[in-house]
């Protein structure tokens, strides 16, 4: 077998390099791909896969998206756990969920991080506490100014007269 020219090893190994990095880099996929593949496995009711492809999407979302990204995602993990039964783990995501969308400012994740709290404390026989936190959300999603504020108000008024 005659020797490889170095020009073309030059080439082998750039194109080596470029593929090994762009199967490696996960930090660079692009975060809400990486939901979307997440959202596929959640609609399949397959949970436990759709929590980690949440949490590789959290892990890719670059600085600017970051805040915003990390509370979309959470809120995707927070379904999935509810999906599962898994009571404890939600209520646990939930106040992490309210702190940081209060920190962030945006009202329209408190206040679904507030009403779903709620809900979750109304299973447990505190309706009086739970009817504050669905009140608290209510008058939250009144100050905001998000596209689907006026149904998810509908929906927090309709539940609190369910319950």
């Not at 077998?1 to 020009?7: E, L, S, V």
């Not at 929590?51 to 590789?56: L, T």
């Not at 670059?62 to 599962?84: F, S, T």
Request: with cysteine; aromatic share 8%.
């Amino acid at each position: 077998m005659p020797p490889i020219p170095p020009r073309n090893i030059i080439v082998i190994l750039l194109l080596a390099v470029l593929a090994f990095a762009g199967c490696t880099v996960e930090g660079t996929a692009d975060w809400q791909a990486l939901r979307e593949e997440a959202n596929e496995l959640y609609g399949q009711q397959r949970y436990e896969e759709a929590i980690k492809g949440y949490e590789r999407a959290m892990a890719a979302a670059d600085k600017k998206d970051a805040a915003e990204a990390r509370l979309q995602l959470r809120q995707d993990i927070i379904d999935c756990h509810q999906a599962l039964g898994n009571q404890t783990k939600v209520r646990e995501l939930l106040k992490t969920q309210l702190e940081e969308a209060h920190a962030a400012g945006d009202i329209q994740m408190e206040a679904e991080a507030m009403n779903t709290l709620g809900l979750q404390i109304y299973e447990t026989g505190d309706k009086q506490t739970a009817y504050d936190y669905m009140t608290q959300a209510v008058r939250l999603m009144e100050k905001s100014t998000a596209e689907d504020a006026p149904y998810l108000l509908a929906y927090y008024h309709y539940v609190q007269l369910v319950f």
